[in-house]
């Protein structure tokens, strides 16, 4: 437990960085007859995504594991987090009402998308995808930290055993 709190970031990006390749490894393991192993890639992220393919990105001919969105989504999340574990020192904290301008582009693109009201374009759901994983990253890391600073306070303290009567 002490580990995982020491190092959070590390575990963090290291999760953000597998999240957001995996999906982009399925079509190049497919391309390179490990259909299996793409497979399951595949089905894995099939449970966060709904893998149309007019919406996905191909890579060697065949179909990511996830969205146009996604892909943007998450592999800006993981750029943010390389970038805010080096500088975040540097950068000001979000404010809760810029994380919802960055969220508000892809819910309108989604959500018009959705109730049939127009058909978005790749460029749109790459770029709204981006702005919300780097939103979600600016706004809620620094939240964790300062969870994860309280979390070591309280590893630090012993509890106090109450004698018996």
Not at 26 to 49: D, E, Q
Not at 57 to 75: I, K, V
Not at 87 to 115: C, E, N, Y
Not at 139 to 151: A, D, E, M, Y
């Amino acid at each position: 437990m002490r580990a995982l709190v020491g190092h959070w970031v590390l575990f963090a990006n290291a999760f953000l960085l597998a999240f957001a390749t995996l999906p982009a490894l399925a079509p190049l393991l497919h391309a390179g007859g490990m259909r299996g192993s793409a497979g399951a890639i595949v089905a894995a992220y099939s449970l966060v995504c709904h893998q149309l393919p007019g919406r996905s990105y191909f890579l060697a001919g065949y179909q990511m594991a996830y969205c146009e969105r996604d892909t943007a989504l998450y592999a800006s999340m993981a750029i943010a987090g390389l970038v805010w574990a080096r500088w975040h020192k540097r950068l000001p904290r979000m404010h809760w009402s810029v994380f919802l301008l960055l969220a508000l582009p892809m819910a309108i693109d989604g959500f018009s998308q959705l109730t049939g009201l127009r058909e978005s374009t790749w460029e749109l759901r790459t770029l709204t995808g981006a702005l919300f994983g780097l939103g979600c990253v600016w706004f809620g890391f620094p939240l964790l930290n300062t969870t994860v600073r309280l979390l070591r306070i309280a590893l630090r303290c012993r509890p106090i055993r109450l004698a018996s009567a």
